[in-house]
């Protein structure tokens, strides 16, 4: 069946460490996001890829960095600049104007 | 800049009762899509609802209706004889449609408790 994967699911780190987490999708979609989410905030952007090579920041990008090299995989590293990494991770992707947003399940990253 | 509101923050029900869900929406474009996900305690986001904003029929769905406001940039949501099951946050977003992939913005989300 077509979907995204994101992993692990569960994600500890310690603080000032870099980590990458992972998005695979094999539904052929041209964008993919990925939102950060924390209790009470809804979904913020933090970057976005409408095509390969080529990503643009979204409302929160300070302290993540991601690359898209390849249209089925968009990894998202936190890097140690992010003040307060600790937060549920979600990536998602698109296929166009018309299309609908298919979303992974979700990485928690907690800093300890 | 587009923008969603989600005013109500929590709602708690008791188990038949009927809830509806708001969501007031910005956008300066013209055509665009609306939408509502609900997210179960596991984390996912379940779709729910897309509308497009050159369609403002009423939408039912078994227990579920939406009811599409244009005049008032409003998209609500009723739940109708909610179940237990129903517990969960369900985020309303936005996507605006001139882009080949416009990025969805979400509301900040209601958390919906329904008690037996």
């Known amino acids: 069946d077509g979907g995204i994967t994101q992993s692990p699911k569960y994600l500890f780190r310690k603080e000032g460490q870099n980590v990458t987490l992972s998005c695979e999708q094999n539904l052929n979609h041209d964008a993919m996001y990925w939102y950060r989410q924390d209790p009470g905030q809804g979904l913020r952007l933090i970057y976005y890829s409408q095509i390969v090579n080529d990503f643009q920041k979204g409302d929160i990008a300070e302290g993540y960095s991601v690359s898209r090299e390849k249209k089925e995989s968009f990894p998202l590293t936190v890097t140690s600049a992010q003040k307060n990494p600790t937060a549920f991770y979600l990536c998602a992707s698109s296929i166009g104007r018309r299309g609908g947003y298919t979303f992974g399940s979700g990485t928690r990253l907690t800093v300890v | 800049a587009q923008k969603v509101t989600q005013a109500q923050t929590e709602i708690s029900v008791v188990e038949k009762e009927d809830v509806t869900l708001d969501c007031v929406y910005e956008?300066?474009?013209?055509?665009?899509?609306l939408f509502w996900y609900k997210q179960p305690p596991s984390g996912e986001l379940v779709f729910l609802i897309r509308?497009?904003?050159?369609?403002?029929q009423n939408e039912i769905s078994g227990r579920y209706s939406w009811n599409f406001q244009k005049s008032t940039s409003s998209f609500n949501f009723t739940i109708t004889a909610s179940q237990v099951v129903d517990s969960a946050v369900y985020f309303c977003?936005?996507?605006?449609?001139?882009?080949?992939?416009?990025?969805?913005?979400f509301g900040k989300g209601i958390t919906l408790s329904v008690r037996p």
């Open positions: 956008t300066r474009d013209t055509t665009y899509y």
């Open positions: 977003a936005l996507s605006e449609a001139a882009g080949a992939n416009s990025k969805l913005t």
């Open positions: 509308r497009n904003s050159f369609d403002e």
